[in-house]
């Protein structure tokens, strides 16, 4: 059977922005395929009763220091975006639109880019539709696309089900039945797909 790594995601997190510029390389050097599973922290947190770190002012202080660690060690770009927190029931549910489609890395890589390199109004429709436009969706498509019940219940499950294995936020990964939680907890993520 061969090695895998689930990897519930929200885009509104920046810790899961951090670990998808480095999960899909941890699971290359060990042979792994990466299942991302689109999830809503805000049901999440809900379920559980946890809240943002960004609701804490000297967790959030500290945590803005720990990205900028975290972003220089992994030498990618990272800007803490101006309109954090994001409501991104929309964007969540395009990523199970668009992973159903075959095209979840082309999206998720735009709705990154403008969420934590660029700093974009990710609540503002017309600035999603120019974020998509730019790689060729049209806002009616998406529209279209994010409004399918089908759509809607698989991020509902998905939610469901991450809560039910444990998941209090986000990034949350499971090799096997093992959880890990955090972008800082990549290395155990690593060294249990090493072990096979």
């Known amino acids: 059977m061969s090695k895998s790594v689930e990897f519930f995601f929200d885009f509104g997190s920046p810790t899961v922005y951090l670990a998808a510029t480095q999960l899909p390389k941890i699971a290359e050097r ?8 689109p999830f809503l922290l805000g049901g999440v947190f809900k379920a559980t009763g946890n809240v943002s770190p960004a609701t804490v002012p000297a967790k959030s202080r500290y945590m803005g220091d720990d990205l900028e660690r975290f972003a220089q060690r992994y030498e990618v770009p990272f800007l803490f975006n101006p309109f954090f927190p994001v409501n991104t029931l929309a964007l969540m549910r395009g990523a199970v639109a668009y992973q159903q489609r075959g095209r979840l890395d082309q999206y998720s890589e735009a709705i990154f880019s403008a969420m934590w390199v660029t700093g974009k109004d990710m609540n503002e429709p017309t600035i ?4 998509l436009g730019a790689i060729g969706i049209g806002a009616e498509d998406f529209l279209v696309a994010i409004a399918a019940q089908d759509v809607k219940e ?6 469901e089900e991450a809560v039910k294995r444990g998941a209090f936020g986000a990034p949350t990964f499971f090799v096997g039945d093992e959880m890990f939680f ?4 990549l290395d155990f993520v690593e060294a249990t797909l090493a072990a096979g």
Request: glycine content about 10%; proline content about 0%.
């Open 30 to 37: 060990h042979g792994a395929t990466v299942l991302w599973r």
């Open 128 to 131: 999603i539709a120019e974020v």
């Open 154 to 159: 698989t991020l509902k499950s998905n939610t």
């Open 182 to 185: 955090g972008q800082d907890r």
